[in-house]
């Protein structure tokens, strides 16, 4: 009868799908709370379609990753009992927002909690750009390092300068904060509104052309949205100077990648940092990764341990909450 009753207990538990091996921490909020049947995709790699819609079917709860496209199909088969979906991230363009309101599905995501991580990954990624560091760590291993050279190797710093940032919130904010003791004399920002804690870096709120023809370092870190896609192409670069350095630790899709190519092969802008693109992973082929002045990372914005380990703790939380019908620690209001 031992048995008997634990699959009773079994059955009475909600089923979740886990679409990736999350770090342990969120696991284990799961698996402790007594009140779900976790069911884990368990790789670091992303679950293949089918196998994602086979895990959703007849799940009351989802905890899905960026890389995952929860679309129309899988919320098909997921079926009526889908109640919550827990993504672990701040993003949310990988989920069909519409569907999800129509069908009453509350939504968790991760904000707050990497803005420190990123922030710090994005001044890492100017640096190392507008110094260019990878650049020179390769001409010592490859034996291009002679004698000093007055300007070999030379690149822009960030005091006396002239730093755009495009869309000032929770992020752009932290990487404003960050910038501003290394001498940075004028902080620009645009977006859709001024914001009052621009104050708190001495951010003057400009047009984009303004923003775009005065700054010697212009950061990306605005949402994706339709008004934001495509935003960087030609004639964003174009109205920059020849000597800034562009760096977007936001969305691939906010650039045009052809357009950043022929403004960095030109000449038409100095340099680039990205530490997001499209598609990712890039293809090791990918023209941008064949020039000198363009730096790029595997979308690592948020990649510490501490700050993983805390989002995935988050997501565990808002996932645990929207199953019992309570205050999820963060919601995103559709």
Known sequence: SYNCSQMQAAQQLVKVFVTRRIPQEGLKVLSQSGICH???????EPVPQAELLKGVSGARGLLCLLSDKIDQEVLDAAG????????????????????????????????????????????????????????????????????????WMCGYGLSGSTVGVIGLGRIGLAIAKRLKPFGVKRLLYWGRTPKPEASEVEGEFVPLDALLGESD??????????????????????????????????????????????????????AAGLDVTT?????????????????????????????????????????????????MPSELVL
């Open 38 to 44: 976790v069911q884990l995709w368990d790789s670091d």
């Open 80 to 151: 009526p009992d889908l109640k919550v979906i827990s993504t672990l991230s701040v993003g949310f363009d990988h989920l069909a927002i519409e569907d999800i309101r129509n069908r009453g599905i509350r939504v968790g995501y991760t904000p707050d909690v990497l803005t420190d991580a990123t922030a710090e990954l994005t001044v890492a990624l100017l640096l190392a750009t507008a110094r260019r560091i990878p650049e020179a760590v390769a001409e010592v291993k490859n034996g291009g390092w002679s004698t000093w050279k007055p300007l």
């Open 217 to 270: 370092f212009v950061v990306v870190s605005c949402a994706l949205t339709p008004e934001t896609q495509q935003l960087c192409s030609k004639d964003f670069f174009g109205k920059m100077k020849k000597t800034a350095v562009f760096v977007n630790s936001s969305r691939g899709a906010v650039v045009n990648q052809e357009d950043l190519y022929e403004a960095l092969s030109s000449g038409q802008i100095a």
């Open 279 to 327: 598609p990712e992973p890039l293809p090791p082929d990918h023209p941008l990764l064949k020039l000198k002045n363009c730096v790029i990372l595997p979308h690592i914005g948020s990649a510490t341990y501490s700050t993983r380990g805390i989002m995935s703790v988050l997501a565990a939380n808002n996932l645990l909450a929207g199953l019992m019908g309570g205050k």
